[in-house]
């Protein structure tokens, strides 16, 4: 094996933030490569400063280096002005732990996060000098897999990658790593097998997918694989304290902190958001465990900071104690020169859990930025969306914050709802407006930043069948939110744009034949589009053209009840016909209570698995409806695996 | 109580900038467990003065720094000479403490004390004789003009008096060229440095050996009690730093 570091350092002195390719993390290998292991390359298909912080590819790292017969380093997305030298200089796609070549790994591994990364993992398999159709690689030739959020509709890149791997991975790079092991002396075409025989696996070439006008056909053509891939669920977080050894970068990256993920899943059923709907059932961390873990973490690491991360972090059971024992406390030291306060982060934080209380004790370190989530504008189209937060628990968390001491929220909003009337997006001008004025009765200057996404539908949520708002409709709307907001200078409007909402939208529930233009595109120079000095819009318009695709057909038209979609042999669990009744309930404007707090709905992610959701308390916690609908006032306890009995700050 | 740390930076992490550099410090005294002063305000940091800066893909074999520590004046000789071993366990491969002194309060911050610095520059073997040439030629001219752009203007500056000692010397890895550069006003950076030497050399490292404040006639680096370095009588930690040498200038020097 050797190592390509001679080659690459003369051409570090000649890129922009040499130091993002140079490894050295502490948390970093060592990586210990033997001819009987197998080698995995971790990729995140983006640069290093967005790529490193990732938990999941950071998850994986440290449970397969620790494995016996497995290896693992990490690679990212070089940035431009390095990809033409190292083209130049026949050097390929690296290692940042040891600067391997990606060719003397086994497997080269990425993480999806997002659609607008597809052209750059075809860009990443051509510099790891393999084909990029994965029937074009054969015998030794990496074997490429993918997995993260994206991978519930993989068929965009069906052509492009080996294996993809559905749900969390924890358990499954393990199963993984035995087959390939077991049967690499076979050849390719017997690992390939024995992977589609894995649970969560799910092996493109094992399906034949044929197309007549909008339908498709999937016929399986192994015998092993199974008729529909099921995800892969772990029933306890606990038994998965992972990352130990978060690495810390050397270099300035997003996230630069300590990040401890408090639960995985999410209960609260909003129909637009697929994180929710795919990682269900909610297991929370013990909270020995997080405790544990950050303090441990900001020993070892020498942060200040600690996110404490999960898709809505207010609902973790006594988050107002963890928060108090983070932050540590009060201090004494009131000369101020002593070590200060840990800062904790919340990056998803409810409106209906976010308590005064919380807010106090999160100002007693540095406050960061508060970002909270109505995603719309009136509680009509938060029922549609199944975002059950009413005026008064918005009005309560955001006066909880200005009360303690915040200046500025952000709230972060979706247009191109289904139902959306104009009246729901001025709405958000509105429910601003207001805040605004809250706000100003405790600081001087309050201030709101309104930032609005264009909704995309994405596949396995009741939304899937729902036809996106135009690129013109959506322009149309946040026209009309900034007209109606220009006057107000306390709010501040910020806006994606809307024709990368619709690229996004064509890859997210696109089929096999969109894979033709995601190499159109990247053939054509289109790396790096989720940056928005890159993303260029041209591209994808004259590849869907010159493939004979139509947008309608992929992202505006409504989809029928009995179409088969792409993703219908893969599942996340959910019961189509539940989806279904969700998708009716949204237009019928009927909410659908948190499963947490009530009877099971069935929707197949517990009852299918045979798991059910893990938490501390069988209770929920106080402040505010929750965003169920519900009376919470008597709280009666439902049917769940309990984690602990310790009691819980703030419950009656 | 403020204690100056003597560092070398050398390899891969030359590849990390000034700023980089700077967070790696703040975790490293938070994770050497040392009690470091704190700014007031909104982001509270460490106290740590930085030297002047490096530039990212340079060497060095002295840097330094200012550290505040909480600490009583007896207990801080103890923390000083516990410096190098705690904080080079916890940076990263290639950033290693080698000393650690008390300064005496009101001691001038390195960066209105440094007035020159000595660099190494790695020569190809081609180069090496148009290098010996040229810094013949240098030594005895009487201007030496450098061209600069700033705000947008270019400007042509006398830099003869700022570039000292030239040297070709024979190191093991190779021939170097060895130049002290002033700091004062204006500082000539080893890049602008390139620039003057014709015909221009390949490419090549970078290492700062030494830096030097002048005082009166007389050289003195950071660490030196001449610096404001305490050293009280018998007390081996301040007589050791004098005379510690890093082994890279020694090879050079020998």
């Known amino acids: 094996m050797r190592s390509l570091w001679s080659a690459l350092e003369p051409l570090l002195d000649q890129v922009q933030r040499p130091a993002r390719y140079i490894g050295g993390e502490e948390g970093a290998g060592p990586a210990a490569h033997a001819p009987d292991k197998v080698a995995w390359l971790l990729c995140y298909p983006d640069s290093y400063e967005v790529g490193l912080p990732n938990q999941g590819l950071q998850i994986l790292y440290e449970i397969l280096n620790e494995r016996p017969d497995a290896t693992a380093e990490r690679a990212y997305a070089p940035w431009g002005d390095l990809e033409v030298l190292m083209r130049r200089h026949d050097l390929p796609l690296f290692s940042v732990d040891t600067h391997l070549g990606a060719g003397e790994f086994d497997v080269l591994a990425f993480n999806l996060s997002s659609e607008l990364v597809y052209t750059n993992v075809l860009n990443l398999i051509d510099l790891a000098g393999v084909a990029v159709r994965a029937a074009d690689r054969s015998g030794d030739d990496l074997l490429v897999g993918a997995g993260g959020h994206c991978a519930f509709n993989p068929e965009p890149l069906a052509d492009f990658v080996d294996f993809f791997v559905l749900g969390d991975g924890e358990e499954v790079v393990g199963e ?131 996110a404490l991360t999960s898709l809505s972090t207010a609902d973790f059971s006594g988050i107002e104690e963890l928060v108090a024992d983070t932050v540590g406390p009060a201090d004494d030291d009131a000369g101020g020169a002593g070590c200060p306060a840990v800062t904790v982060s919340l990056p998803s934080l409810r409106v209906d859990a976010f308590t005064v209380g919380l807010a106090a004790e999160l100002q007693r370190a540095r406050r960061t930025g508060l970002t909270f989530a109505p995603e719309a504008g009136s509680w009509r189209l938060r029922q549609v969306i199944n975002k059950l937060i009413s005026t008064d628990d918005l009005d309560a968390a955001v006066e909880g914050a200005f009360s303690q001491g915040w200046r500025r929220v952000k709230l972060y909003f979706l247009v191109g709802l289904p139902t959306e009337t104009d009246e729901d997006v001025l709405g958000i001008a509105a429910l601003a407006r207001r805040c605004v004025e809250l706000g100003r009765r405790h600081v001087r200057g309050a201030s709101v930043t309104v930032s609005v996404g264009g909704f995309v539908p994405k596949p396995q949520t009741p939304f899937q069948w729902f036809g996106q708002n135009t690129v013109a409709e959506l322009h149309r709307k946040v026209a009309l939110l900034a007209d109606d907001l220009r006057a107000d200078r306390g709010v501040r409007l910020k806006w994606h744009d809307p024709e990368a909402t619709l690229v996004e939208g064509l890859a997210s529930r696109g089929d096999r034949r969109f894979g033709a233009v995601i190499e159109d595109v990247w053939r054509s120079g289109g790396t790096f589009q989720e940056w928005s000095e890159h993303f260029d819009y041209g591209l994808w318009l004259d590849a869907m053209e010159r493939h004979g695709l139509s947008v309608e057909d992929y992202a505006y038209r409504h989809r029928s009840g009995t179409e088969t979609l792409p993703w219908d042999h893969l599942s996340a669990g959910l019961h189509k016909d539940f989806l279904w009744q969700d998708w009716q309930d949204a237009l019928a404007e009927s909410g659908l209570e948190d499963c947490r707090w009530t009877p099971c709905y069935d929707c197949g992610a517990c009852t299918g698995y045979g798991i059910e959701h893990v938490v501390a308390s069988a209770v929920p916690p106080a402040g505010g409806s929750q965003g169920t609908g519900q009376n919470l006032l008597k709280p009666e306890p439902v049917p769940v695996q309990l984690l602990a009995t310790r009691p819980l700050a703030g419950v009656s | 109580m403020r204690v100056r740390v003597r560092w070398s930076k050398h390899g891969k992490i030359r590849f990390c900038g000034h700023r980089d550099a700077a967070r790696i410090w703040e975790r490293a005294v938070r994770r050497a467990e040392l009690p470091v002063a704190y700014s007031q305000g909104f982001t509270p940091r460490p106290r740590i003065s930085f030297g002047l800066a490096l530039a990212t893909g340079q060497e060095s074999v002295a840097e330094y720094l200012d550290v505040d520590l909480r600490t009583t004046p007896e207990e ?72 600069r752009e700033r705000k947008g203007r270019t400007t042509t500056s006398d830099v003869r008096t700022a570039v000292g000692d030239l040297h070709i010397l024979d190191a093991s890895v190779g021939s170097v060229l ?77």
Not at chain 1, 196 to 217: F, H, M
Not at chain 1, 280 to 299: D, F, H, K, S, Y
Request: one cysteine or more.
């Open chain 1, 176 to 306: 993984i790593t035995e087959a390939i092991a077991a049967r690499r002396s076979e050849g390719r075409a017997a690992v390939l097998e024995a992977l589609a025989g894995i649970e969560g696996v799910y092996v493109p070439a094992a399906y034949e997918v044929t197309y007549s006008g909008l339908s498709a056909e999937v016929t399986r053509r192994w015998p092993g694989a199974p008729e529909t891939v099921e995800k892969r669920t772990i029933s306890s977080l606990g038994d998965w304290p992972y990352p130990k050894r978060q690495l810390v970068p050397l270099t300035e990256v997003v996230h630069d902190r300590l990040n401890v993920e408090v639960f995985r899943g999410c209960t609260r059923g909003c129909r637009f958001c697929q994180a929710g709907m795919i990682t269900r059932p909610v297991r929370e961390r013990p909270a020995e465990q997080v405790r544990t873990m950050i303090t441990e973490g900001l020993r070892r690491t020498g942060y200040d900071e600690v």
């Open chain 2, 76 to 147: 801080l000789y103890d923390w000083a000479a516990c410096m190098p071993e705690r904080l080079s366990a916890v940076l990263p491969d290639g950033m290693t403490v080698t000393d650690a002194c008390p300064l005496s309060p009101g001691t001038a911050s390195l960066q209105d004390a440094v007035t020159s610095c000595t660099w190494e520059f790695a020569l190809a073997e081609s180069d090496v004789t148009s290098a010996a040439g040229w810094a013949a030629r240098v030594r005895s001219a009487d201007s030496l003009p450098l061209q």
């Open chain 2, 178 to 254: 060895v130049a002290e550069l002033g700091t004062k006003p204006r500082a000539v950076r080893p890049a602008e440095f390139l620039r003057l030497i014709a015909p221009p050399l390949a490419a090549g490292r970078v290492r700062r050996l030494h830096q030097w404040i002048t005082r009166d006639g007389e050289r003195y680096e950071p660490l030196a009690p001449e610096a404001g370095v305490l050293a009280p009588a018998g007390d081996s930690l301040a007589a050791a730093s004098i005379d510690a040498v890093p082994a890279a200038q020694q090879e050079v020097c020998a």
